[in-house]
């Protein structure tokens, strides 16, 4: 049976995927590194956080790669109840028919296994309704 692990250590896999953040309890700013200290505040009091599977596309970048995997879009998404992450844009075979304030959902996705079968899983956004 192969082992799945996040490749990002605040993707929490399991039957309902998220992603989770520390929380500052002074001033609930959210990090997702681990920090001895807030950079607003400078409290060293943090809580985990889940954080919403949805929420809106504020930026985007349409990266050219090489032209064997073609284009990908790096979005900056703000979750909906804070929080803010960039991702890469899944499920979208046009980069032009994204917008700011588009909708989207978090989605898990295989990028690799290695030779004991372990699959890396990492994350990504993609529109809802699409
Ligand atoms: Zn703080």
Same mark, same amino acid.
């Given at each position: 049976?192969?082992? @799945? ?10 039957? !309902?995927? *998220?992603?989770?953040?520390h929380e500052c309890q002074q001033c609930a700013a959210l990090?997702?590194?681990?920090? @001895?200290?807030c #950079?607003?505040c400078?409290s060293s009091e943090f809580t985990s956080r889940?954080?919403? @599977?949805?929420?809106?596309?504020? #930026? ?12 990908? $879009? ?5 979750? $909906? ?6 991702? @890469?844009?899944?499920?979208?075979? !046009?980069?032009? $028919?994204? *917008?700011?304030? $588009? ?6 996705? !295989? ?20």
């Amino acid at each position: 049976m192969a082992e @799945n692990i996040p490749a990002v250590d605040y993707l929490v896999l399991g039957e !309902d995927p *998220h992603l989770e953040a520390h929380e500052c309890q002074q001033c609930a700013a959210l990090y997702f590194d681990r920090r @001895n200290a807030c #950079a607003r505040c400078s409290s060293s009091e943090f809580t985990s956080r889940r954080l919403s @599977n949805e929420g809106v596309v504020r #930026a985007y970048t349409i990266v050219q790669r090489g032209a064997k995997s073609g284009p990908f $879009t790096s979005v900056v998404v703000e979750l $909906t109840g804070g929080g803010v992450v960039k991702a @890469n844009l899944l499920g979208v075979s !046009d980069p032009a $028919t994204i *917008h700011p304030e $588009t909708k989207v959902r978090l989605v898990v996705y !295989d990028v690799g296994t290695d030779d004991d079968g372990t699959v890396a899983v990492a994350f990504g956004y993609e529109p809802i309704g699409a």
